[in-house]
């Protein structure tokens, strides 16, 4: 299995930039790609995805944060990482790291973003 553990939320002004880290342990070198999407609260809301990295290092991304948002990887630290800027209200929401591996997902328990002035 892996687990991930997701850092670097917070709150922060329109604008404004973070940058969130997913450390990945346990079977890593079964991981296929790794990526973020995000949850804002209310019924119905469902996660959005936002950004992918292969193992190859091949990169995707939503449209809505395409030119704001980058994702990388470590492979030495295991760790993946997503730089946001250019910060909206819009963009509060909880972000989750996921890891795509052996025809499963794993989730990280989420960093709370909250972009307001």
């Known amino acids: 299995q892996v687990q991930l553990v997701e850092s670097g939320g917070g709150l922060v002004q329109p604008g404004g930039s973070l940058r969130l880290s997913c450390a990945a342990s346990g079977s890593i070198f079964t991981i296929d790609a790794m990526g973020w999407s995000r949850q804002t609260p209310g019924p119905g809301k469902e996660r959005e995805f936002l950004a992918v990295v292969t193992s190859g290092g091949t990169t995707n991304y939503a449209d809505s944060v395409k030119g704001r948002f980058t994702i990388s990887r470590d492979n030495a630290k295991n760790t993946v990482y997503l730089q946001m800027n250019s910060l909206k209200p819009e963009d509060t929401a909880v972000y989750y790291c996921?890891?795509?591996?052996?025809?499963?997902?794993?989730w990280g328990q989420g960093t709370q973003v909250t972009v307001s002035s």
């Open positions: 996921y890891a795509q591996y052996l025809k499963r997902v794993s």
